[in-house]
């Protein structure tokens, strides 16, 4: 990828990232939450839940500050590099697993508005750099937990799994013109596939991610020129995937776009068995849109 001027190089940011995470250990900066793995299946996919240790919830008081707004300033131990003119790539403090980059606006924007040729400037950058899953929860009712504009990213190679686990239930998608549907999706959603020459253009790949991005938005029936329903979207090299939102929680669970890629995060052994009896699938399903007739 073409890197803007006077910004991160190429082949700098996974180097930038390991002598970030050094860092941020040494200074105390990140709150790593310890868990444990389990998986369930369910409708053809293998669910990575992972639940969270008792020694986790000693820390929860420490990330409870509501009216905060971490990234403005963000912590200088949590910084990782210059992305570009609009963005900087910070290390999530609250990482379930290593590596979790956050592409943060360096001016406040509200996290339930629209993503920009920036964010998807920016979103390319860390894909080009890192074969990840990034995503984005557009509002609180998406699991967005700061109001602050934020993408992440997560390395694949940090996954039990190098695949996100809905992977094989995209094996079958059906295209109608640019968007497509997969079959075993029992919700609301569009795909679309990722063109690999994206990720190696700066000015171009940024503006055909976001005119992609709008396709999937008019797919669902969301308005692609003004916030309206909270939704989660998924991008990995290979493809994009947007769900259109009803509320965050099923259960007490709460749940972000990790849990559309096929990974949960539960407080407790109690949680657990409520998707061991539920199922994931129908946990997605039930905070989820239902799909057009």
Known sequence: MDHPASFLKPG???PALLKATAHARIRKAIL????KPELIEQSGVAFQVRVITALAKKEEGTAAQPNANPFLPYDPDLFV???SPTHVALLNKFNVVDH???M???AFEDQATLLTREDCAALLLCLAEIDGLGFYNAGPAAGASQRHKHLQLIPLAALPDPRPPIEPLLQSVQMAGATGTAPGFPFLHAYAP???DWLDQWNDGASALLACYRSLLRAVGLSDEAPSTPYNLLVTRQWLLLVPRSEEFFEGISINALGFAGA???KDEAQLAILRTCGPMTALRHVALPRKS
């Open 264 to 266: 949960l995060l539960v």
């Open 100 to 102: 979790h980059v956050l």
């Open 12 to 14: 700098a940011l996974w």
């Open 104 to 106: 943060v606006t360096r």
């Open 194 to 196: 990722m063109h690999p």
């Open 32 to 35: 790593s939450i310890p868990t």
């Open 81 to 83: 590099a210059e992305l």
